[in-house]
């Protein structure tokens, strides 16, 4: 049994290398939102020093004072409850697996959501982009998709952007490409994700296809204001506006990073497409 003094001397140790590990981590998270150590203190109303000295370990911060740096560098929830965690505090947030009995009710909160937006298509996907759930008209985007990528886990961007995918079916390949990659790499700016910049270094490298059909962008009537979906099917090029719907109120990170994806009909072609594709019950 160790002696008192050596004790004490392990926990000062342990303490002391929580403490660095933590300011590292409020480091990094400052850095990546491009705040220097005195705009933080501002916000924070702490005093430049303080930070300092919690940026370096010299001071070990209390659950309030994480909770409120997170809150102000924006940090995801996820990566909230790791700042807690490795201060020695309980995470924040739950996390329940979807297939947990416990999920039940989110589980069919998001299959209302999706179902009821049929006939056009919707589905859910977690923040890697992997297919959780869809509804039945999702099938219109999988026609003539290569096997191996619908084995389950599906990325949804892999899907899309693939050569083997739904990509050579894409109008304007090259502008929806542009547009993904864009929202990914605001996604792996916002957090960071290791996950996210590997998938963005994949699919970067995936062939463009051709650029355009050979109207401007201007011609699809939405201009440069929102990105159209235009998907060559056996009906003809049906067009599609695409929204993304969060739980705003969701305290559990599982429903929290779910992302539920829904494409509009752009035109009346494309929903007279649509619900001959799916007719709606009486």
């Known amino acids: 049994m160790p002696a008192p003094g050596k004790t004490d001397a392990m926990l000062n140790t342990n303490q002391t290398a929580q403490a660095t590990q933590v300011g590292e981590m409020l480091r990094m998270w400052r850095q990546r939102r491009r705040l220097s150590q005195l705009a933080l203190a501002c916000d924070a109303d702490v005093s430049p020093r303080h930070l300092s000295f919690l940026?370096?370990?010299?001071?070990?911060?209390?659950?309030?004072?994480?909770?409120?740096?997170?809150?102000?560098?924006?940090?995801?929830?996820?990566?909230?409850?790791?700042?807690l965690l490795a201060a020695g505090f309980a995470p924040l947030h739950t996390e329940t697996p979807l297939d947990n009995p416990k999920a039940a009710d989110g589980r069919r909160a998001v299959e209302f959501l999706l179902t009821s937006h049929e006939p056009s298509p919707a589905l859910a996907a977690d923040r890697h982009w992997t297919l959780v759930a869809a509804n039945r008209a999702v099938g219109l985007f999988l026609e003539g998709v290569a096997p191996e990528l619908l084995v389950?886990?599906?990325?949804?961007?892999?899907?899309?952007?693939?050569?083997?995918?739904?990509?050579?079916?894409?109008?304007?390949?090259?502008?929806?490409?542009?547009?993904a990659l864009e929202r990914l790499q605001k996604q792996i700016d916002a957090s960071g994700d290791k996950e996210l910049m590997a998938l963005y270094t994949e699919l970067e490298a995936y062939p463009c296809g051709p650029a355009s059909d050979g109207r401007k962008?201007?011609?699809?009537?939405?201009g440069a204001i929102i990105v159209p979906l235009r998907v060559r099917s056996d009906e003809g090029v049906l067009s599609f506006l695409t929204t993304t719907t969060v739980f705003g109120t969701a305290v559990d990170l599982t429903f929290s990073e779910l992302a539920i994806e829904s494409f509009f009909?752009?035109?009346?072609?494309?929903?007279?497409?649509?619900?001959?594709?799916?007719p709606t019950e009486d």
């Open 265 to 278: 009909p752009a035109d009346d072609f494309t929903a007279e497409a649509l619900r001959k594709r799916m």
């Open 55 to 83: 940026e370096t370990g010299r001071s070990r911060p209390s659950r309030q004072m994480l909770t409120h740096l997170a809150e102000l560098l924006d940090i995801p929830p996820r990566d909230r409850n790791s700042l």
């Open 152 to 179: 389950p886990p599906i990325n949804v961007l892999r899907l899309s952007l693939h050569p083997q995918g739904l990509a050579p079916r894409i109008v304007d390949l090259g502008q929806w490409r542009r547009h």
């Open 217 to 222: 962008p201007d011609d699809h009537g939405y």
